[in-house]
């Protein structure tokens, strides 16, 4: 089965009605800088809870896990659950934290719990991070869109990428929160109920059931103890960090809003987990195991099991799980660049930073579709971004948040060590692969607490 006429009119619709949204939210996210970049701090649960679950469950979530579901059955789960419970612990141990202290990224808090050029150094390492997260979106609809369109890698790129760019330069935050609302409505029809009801109904009709997997798919571990640490290290305490979960965070309208509403999403994305897991599941028994390309396994289906015009919204539903991560991604990434590495330097009134970032928005955002073409392999750049984030930063921010000792010079010497250390050990071991490899994690967290602490005791702070 292909890709009917009325599907792309499905997708089409599905594209104006972000760029519509982009556009009727430019006049109120012009405002103010609260505006922009926070929603102006005002969201209740009905936008808040989606917009996180949103942000969070992107291309890994959705294609990424129908990929290891289809390659080793239900532990393909663990990528999205370790998200998941890092969005829990956010709520728990971070927003209670964050939402009071009115600041509007996390390289602001690191400067005002550090001083100096923390601030500077964070800002770049967190950049890298939101940056590589907007790249992993884009490769996805990529994929996507050469898949099940039969179009180029590269045009997929270019279509999807510029629709973000758009609607996020046009509407700010405003734009983001309100597209992701309806992106996480296609991602719960599409993922959770439309396509395992579908593809289930689908298997059985070949005579075929769960008992005729292979028996290691029914195993929790079958991905590896090895694989399941590393997303422990780099999702748990990730998704902790992050100018994009923050910027998020600090939306909520209130503290108890940041927090359990951020709970809730966690909670959400493991069941969005288990189904997209399931997803791949289905698509080894439906194809008997033959794909070439695991990562097509959920586009593919999705175009053998679903009618006219539900495969359309299906499509649509992965377009939202990637755009809904990629639109957060890019507007944390040039509040970065705009708030903490040039308003520092150069003085901005706050209309003047607001239409810097917007256009910000555009420039990062087209340089990322040449990256995304470039990289290519998704699971590659989300490597790379958790990488760099989780084994530099947990420990300095979580520390700033709980505890008055460390100094500024431990923090800096802490996130410039374990960034050396981390990507340079990764990159011995080798391109691609090191970024995936366990060694390089384990040892960018071993020496950030060590020279975390280490520091903390030859220069204790005073004052």
């Given at each position: 089965?292909?890709v ?25 996210a ?29 291309g ?6 129908a990929?290891l ?12 659950i ?7 612990a ?7 934290k ?27 390492v967190?950049?890298?991070?939101t940056?590589?997260i ?7 609809v ?33 734009s983001v ?9 296609l991602?719960t029809?599409?993922?959770?109920v439309?396509l ?9 009709a ?20 090895d694989?399941?640490?590393s997303y ?7 998704l ?5 979960i ?8 209130d ?15 493991i ?11 289905l ?36 377009f ?12 944390a ?24 970032i917007a ?6 955002g ?24 989780s ?25 410039a060590g ?6 340079g050990?990764?990159?011995?071991i080798?391109?691609p ?21 280490a ?9």
């Open positions: 089965m292909s009917t006429g009325l599907d792309f009119a499905v997708i089409i619709l599905y594209m104006l009605a972000l760029l519509a949204i982009g556009l009727l939210s430019e006049r109120i012009l405002r103010t800088l609260d505006n922009y970049l926070l929603a102006n701090r005002q969201l209740s649960y009905l936008l808040y809870v989606p917009a996180m679950a949103a942000i969070v469950l992107g890994a979530s959705t294609i990424g896990s990929r579901g289809y390659q080793y059955g239900i532990s393909g789960s663990w990528l999205v370790m998200i998941s419970l890092g969005v829990i956010c709520g728990l141990v971070v927003a209670r964050i939402v009071p202290m009115g600041i509007y990224t996390m390289a602001e808090f690191l400067d005002r719990r550090y001083g100096g050029p923390t601030r500077y150094l964070a800002a770049v967190i950049a890298v991070y940056f590589m907007y790249v992993v979106q884009v490769i996805a990529g994929t996507i869109t050469s898949v099940v369109l039969g179009i180029s890698f590269e045009a997929g790129v270019l279509i999807g990428g510029l629709v973000v760019i758009a609607y996020v330069a046009l509407g700010g935050m405003w929160t309100l597209t992701d609302l309806l992106q996480w409505s991602m029809l599409g993922v959770i439309m395992p009801i579908a593809g289930y109904i689908a298997v059985s070949k005579g075929l059931s769960i008992a005729d997997l292979p028996p290691d798919h029914m195993s929790p571990t079958t991905i590896g103890y694989t399941i640490l422990f290290l780099l999702f748990f305490f990730g902790m960090l992050g100018q994009d923050w910027q998020r965070v600090l939306t909520a309208k503290v108890r809003t940041g927090i359990n509403g951020t709970v809730l999403a966690g909670l959400y994305g069941v969005y987990a288990l189904a997209a897991t399931f997803i791949g599941m698509a080894y028994l439906y194809f008997g195991g033959a794909l070439e390309s695991p990562g097509h396994a959920m586009p593919l289906f999705t175009v053998e099991v679903l009618p006219a015009g539900l495969a359309g919204l299906m499509i649509a539903a992965m939202s799980a990637f755009m809904s991560t990629a639109d957060g991604a890019l507007i990434t040039t509040t970065l660049i705009a708030y903490d590495i040039l308003a520092p330097i150069r003085r901005f009134t706050e209309r003047q930073l607001t239409i810097v256009v910000l928005n555009a420039v990062v087209i340089l990322g579709l040449g990256v995304a073409i470039f990289v290519e392999e998704l699971l590659v750049a989300l490597d790379i971004a958790y990488l760099v984030l084994t530099t930063l947990f420990i300095p921010t979580i520390a700033g948040l709980y505890w008055a000792r460390p100094s500024p010079r431990a923090a800096i010497i802490a996130i374990s960034l050396v250390v981390a990507v050990y990764a990159l011995y080798g391109w692969q090191g970024f995936a490899d366990i060694r390089p994690i384990v040892a960018g967290f071993a020496a950030n607490a060590i020279l975390f602490f520091a903390t005791m030859l220069w204790p702070k005073t004052g």
